[in-house]
């Protein structure tokens, strides 16, 4: 297969859902025309974030996966440039709500959904009070272009989310974000711990990472958060290839996914694992059930 | 608890296993002096690196762990200088050979073993050829100064060994190392992807992680290796602190557990982990037995 490229967008989201979405559809145009076949939106990018506060008004911005406008609009769109979507929406599904992504292949099919398995809270980040834990576990989808696997913003931390991806054959690993200051801790940027995290999962499992994070301030009732951008795309080896600052940005790059899985074969680990010694990591506190 | 400094150190070993003992004990010493009180030395490092070639007689390096000359020796150096030493070496135990670590505390008590999981195997570097795959399991050592996890240079490739160190409570992980150059690859260095392999198991375990590694030209009868240095240490958010080039070096950092502790909760990375997702990383193959 002929290279492909992929693409990371990130802008500001008004409090008017309508000029999101347009503003969406313009970065997936411009990535397009770029050359890019997969192209990251950020996070739950039709609204502001609105995990800082804890509203239950907020829960009537979810929406069922079907019949949604805004995955409809955008199955149009992917047909049209033949590019393969995965779009972040906040999903109501019966009493559950979900952070959750519909991954759309280039002919505008929905191949299915992944919901945010890892779940934060803390000020400015009030998520366990709106999703439940996704219950999809982790997925890899077959589109047009490549064995690609998603996590949504928190799950970007978790090393076991990345390797589930990788060990189920994803080529390349994309995860919308929301992620800016700390309210209690005003000094402080996670950018580049964040970042850090990322280059591990892409040098440790040697497939690249592509990161698309929002920008901006958005006042909420109770807070305030100034998104970072610093969406970025990572090669195999956890090198960042390219880079956003905190302006709006279309990222592109290029990967060759047959050299890349030579290149992952030979440097030899996921020959070398150990399953037998990893029960640990099936406990949260590191008392091993099998002694 | 008060702050605990740690030291990284490198040298290049020589053929005489004497003088690399000496050069070890020498920069021990250093990093005593500058107040270190957990030091890590590089892998194997009373010989050069023997695997650069599949040869039977060098089986004869091996020792074992009771009775050990070099482990008793640096038993004494730790007790005189009230240093925790987790200590690589060749072990012989019956017909099985691993690639070992003790670890000796700051009253020159061994507290057990650990044997390297992740056998690697390629060009200039056979280990498959000498070494069983480590039985033990990964470890953490209630030392004078911390709980201390330790890997073994390819371990110090795999999310599942610094997470499930993590998991067992390890303040700080340690990985002894011989990495060099590719003998079928020579203009490539894998330095900066080995280091990043590292900073993404501080950034997502949000522990520090201290790496020592040798340096040198050593001739092998099948190969020649160039080994990088670049010992570091990394902080708690993958920030590299301290790093060496490919010269002799002893580093040291100083960290506070108890900080270190909060800050790790409050991040909130192991509150929110999904074991029951987890299932996959079970497998080699990415198939889900429990489907």
Redesign the interface.
């Known amino acids: 297969m002929a290279a492909v490229t992929v693409a990371a967008t990130q802008f500001a989201c008004s409090p008017i859902a309508a000029e999101n979405v347009a503003r969406a559809e313009s970065l997936v145009r411009a990535a397009a025309d770029r050359g890019a076949q997969i192209i990251q939106l950020q996070e739950l990018f039709e609204t502001p974030y609105f995990c800082k506060d804890q509203r239950a008004d907020l829960f009537d911005l979810a929406r069922p996966a079907e019949g949604h406008p805004t995955l409809a609009r955008m199955q149009e769109l992917a047909r049209e440039l033949e590019v393969v979507l995965p779009v972040s929406f906040f999903e109501a599904a019966n009493n559950a709500y979900y952070n959750s992504l519909a991954v759309i292949d280039a002919d505008g099919d929905i191949l299915g959904l992944y919901r945010k ?6 000020v400015g980040y009030q998520e366990k009070f709106y999703f439940n ?1 996704g219950d999809t ?2 997925r890899v989808w077959d589109t047009a272009y490549a064995r690609i696997g998603c996590g949504i913003c ?1 799950d970007q ?4 989310c ?3 991806m990788a ?3 994803a080529e390349i690993l994309f995860y919308p974000t929301a992620i800016g200051s700390e309210p209690n801790d005003p000094d402080y940027s ?1 950018a ?2 964040w970042q ?9 499992n040697m497939v690249p990472v592509v990161a698309s994070n929002r920008i901006g301030r958005e006042d909420g009732s109770t807070c305030s958060l100034t998104f970072y951008g610093r969406s970025f795309i990572a090669g195999p ?3 960042i290839l390219t880079e956003a600052g905190d302006q709006e940005a279309v990222l592109t790059a290029e990967f060759d996914f047959e050299t890349l899985r030579r290149q992952r074969a ?10 037998d ?10 008392q091993n059930w099998t002694e």
């Open positions: 398995s890892h779940i934060p809270d803390g834990p576990g982790f928190w931390w978790f090393p076991e990345a390797r589930s060990l189920m054959g996670s580049d711990h850090r995290a990322m280059q591990g999962h892409a040098a440790c080896r956890g090198e030979g440097w030899g680990l996921f020959r070398d694992r150990r399953p010694l990893y029960t640990v990591m099936m406990t949260l506190d590191g």
